[in-house]
């Protein structure tokens, strides 16, 4: 079997970006299972002691031959890339030839290994300049087992300049936790001085591996989507978490990965932010982990020794259909409705709930609503049936997400004959007026006439009160969305049928149906299976008479 791992020429050497590769714990464990990875490795096991400053890393992959094990830690060594034009073409993780070479430099370097069909696994130990010191062989299953032990032992000062043992395993236990998230069929099994520390267990999909990591989630709270998009050759994997029933106190939470690794990119994170605005409540942020994959030519990786730092090509492009995925995945469509009940809000007052509800339709009358208006509550809720149970839906803010969008989407001011007279305004609020937009001047002493309005208030008889909440501050955002709700149907209108519907195919119809401007619920399920368990109509008829 020849060896795989070749040294790099002097010209590819030169057009990679030098800088340090290993710096922590958490890069010795993200380079080595990076290298496990692109060995296509299904398991990995990671054994960590802190205080030894001592990382082992084994894996079921393709394991390395004697001839790839004597290159394996030479500087620059490695079997992913042999030219300038690879760096265009690349679909490993790793692709450096640096980290192993690093490790040797750093630490007390070992690798035992032994390829798939091979008869025989080596033990290699390397001196600091990444040659063989010792080799021998041994009996090992197929895959790969690197140990580096007293890290940084030569270099004092690095070890003083690190954060503490704890802090230094919480940044391992994300970066292990990253990596996961990007390949959700591999096991990571955790070691910490010896003891089970965490294991991440393989899922069908990232969606279904996230209540792994984030143990407050349910998989209701969570929708997924893949969208093909074939003139780019490429695909986009995005999980979000429902924003009226998933959200964060702190935007650590919103996750970008391309083929394979999570990166770092503010132009991406800001399209997620944007997408969410207005359907969160406030101070809280989204839940989301998007991951793309895409052709390697239109990535430049060799930016950041710790590739987590990218060139993207046509990042418009790609934030663009960002939004778009996000607006589909938070749409409420008749052919996909998986909906869960608001455990966390009503308790024990609605027990019938379930938290895993799945409505497939099979309708084929094309434009007819899924949600049909069955009764009003109150005057204020909505009772609509569909093929899966029924729901309730608040009438006020299910209209007021309505108009936000069209206010949004055709914000206009008009000029009105006669001027709305205001009296005793602050300078801030005179200036509030005027920030978005309104024609406002001086009408005599403490009174001030505003001659052009928001269309959507022009026909109503409390306009005067209306400009003086939109006086109070804010954005245009924060105005639009004041207007919104001035403009809502308010609780306690009585509705006829016809009414309801309407607004109900009006809101089904919303980019955002799930929650109003403020972040709040609209609606609230109820599975007829559910139903169906509350009344025990599962129960044998003998039986539930005592029988």
């Known amino acids: 079997m020849t060896s795989t791992i070749q040294t790099l020429p002097t010209e590819v050497v030169y057009l990679i970006t030098a800088g340090e590769v290993i710096d922590s714990f958490a890069a010795v464990v993200r380079e080595l299972i990076e290298n496990s990875l692109d060995a296509g490795a299904t398991r990995v096991v990671i054994s960590i002691w802190p205080q030894l400053w001592k990382v082992r890393v084994a894996d079921n992959g393709w394991g390395m031959n004697l001839d790839d094990l004597q290159q394996a830690a030479t500087a620059h060594s490695t079997s992913k890339i042999h030219s300038g034009d690879d760096l265009w073409k690349i679909t490993s993780l790793g692709f450096r030839g640096e980290a192993l070479h690093s490790l040797a430099t750093l630490a007390e370097l070992e690798i035992l290994s032994r390829p798939m069909g091979g008869n025989e696994g080596w033990q290699v130990v390397y001196n600091q300049d990444g040659e063989i010191l010792e080799k021998r062989v041994i009996a090992i299953a197929p895959g790969t087992v690197v140990t580096v032990n007293n890290l940084f032992a030569n270099y004092p000062a690095r070890r003083q300049g690190l954060p503490n ?9 994300t970066v292990i936790q990253n990596i996961a998230l990007c390949h959700p069929h591999v096991t990571f099994q955790i070691l910490q001085n010896d003891k089970q520390w965490f294991t991440i267990c393989p899922a069908a999909s990232v969606g279904k591996l996230i209540p792994q990591i984030l143990n407050q989630i349910k998989p209701g709270d969570l929708k997924e989507l893949e969208l093909e998009i074939p003139e780019q050759k490429s695909k986009i994997n995005l999980v979000i978490g429902l924003p009226d029933r998933c959200h964060r106190h702190k935007p650590d ?76 995945a938070i749409r409420i469509s008749e052919a996909n409705l998986k909906e869960s009940i608001h455990t966390s809000r009503v308790g024990n007052l609605l027990k019938v709930a379930e938290s895993k509800a799945s409505y497939n339709f099979n309708n084929n009358q094309k434009n007819q609503s ?164 509350f009344f025990r109509r599962h129960w044998v008829v003998g039986k539930s008479h005592g029988i």
């Open 165 to 173: 043992s704890n802090q230094q395993m919480k940044t391992v236990q």
């Open 370 to 533: 899924y949600l049909k208006a069955v009764a009003q509550v109150s005057n204020m809720y909505i009772v609509a049936e569909h093929p899966g149970g029924i729901w309730l839906v608040e009438q006020h803010i299910a209209h007021e997400r309505v108009l936000y969008e069209k206010i949004s989407d055709n914000w206009e001011i008009v000029t009105i004959e006669s001027p709305i007279i205001l009296y005793q305004l602050s300078s801030k609020q005179v200036e509030q007026l005027q920030r978005i937009n309104l024609d406002i001047e001086p009408f005599g002493e403490k009174l001030w006439a505003v001659r052009s309005i928001p269309l959507m208030l022009q026909t109503r008889e409390d306009i005067a009160e209306a400009l003086l909440e939109l006086s109070l501050g804010g954005d245009l955002q924060t105005a639009q969305v004041a207007v919104a709700c001035r403009s809502a149907i308010k609780n306690g209108t009585p509705m006829n049928l016809s009414e309801m519907q309407q607004l109900l195919n009006d809101w089904q119809n919303t980019k955002n149906p799930r929650t109003c401007p403020h972040g709040r619920p609209i609606y609230l399920s109820l599975e007829e299976s559910s139903l169906s368990k």
């Open 253 to 328: 939470w919103i996750k970008i990965a391309i083929n394979g690794r999570i990166i770092k990119s503010p132009e991406l994170e800001q399209t997620i932010f944007a997408a969410f605005h207005k359907t969160l409540p406030r101070d809280r942020y989204p839940v989301c982990l998007l991951h793309l994959s895409i052709s390697p030519d239109q990535i430049n990786w060799n930016r950041n020794p710790s590739k987590t730092e990218i060139y993207l090509n046509q990042i418009e492009y790609w934030q663009e259909k960002i939004t778009e995925s996000i607006n589909q």
